[in-house]
């Protein structure tokens, strides 16, 4: 049974930087692309980044390019995400989803292609 658990979320100010991190259990994690969704309150889930299988390529929704970074460590089974210089509208619900498919590129930003979430990390970022 594949498990994903998120940490690191907490209360900010605008301008600051939080680190995330998803651990993986279960499954073959170096061999699945991962992505971090958030889902705002009163709004759909969006995806925010996404990484490779083998950490090689990244992919960012551009309201995060140049201010958040994925990354992954596949001998430790984490992804983490990276962000800095937070907005206000950052505040949302942070996910962590495990591709359905092996060996994907981490550029698919739709819900129905992740087969496995976290319970999600609250992240707030006051003005």
């Known amino acids: 049974q594949v498990q994903l658990v998120e940490s690191g979320g907490g209360l900010v100010q605008a301008g600051g930087s939080l680190r995330l991190s998803c651990s993986a259990s279960?499954?073959?994690?170096?061999?699945?692309?991962m992505g971090w969704f958030r889902q705002a309150p009163g709004k759909e889930r969006e995806f925010v980044a996404g990484?490779?299988?083998?950490?090689?390529?990244?992919y960012y929704v551009d309201s995060v390019k140049g201010r958040f970074t994925i990354s992954r460590d596949n001998t430790k089974n984490m992804v983490t995400l990276q962000m800095n210089s937070l907005k206000p509208e950052d505040t949302a619900v942070y996910y962590c989803?495990?591709?359905?498919?092996?060996?994907?590129?981490?550029?698919?930003?739709?819900?129905?292609?992740?087969?496995?979430w976290g319970q999600g990390t609250q992240v707030t970022v006051s003005s």
């Open positions: 989803a495990r591709d359905k498919r092996t060996y994907n590129s981490g550029s698919n930003f739709r819900e129905e292609e992740y087969a496995y």
């Open positions: 990484i490779s299988w083998s950490g090689d390529s990244t």
């Open positions: 279960g499954g073959t994690f170096r061999s699945y692309a």
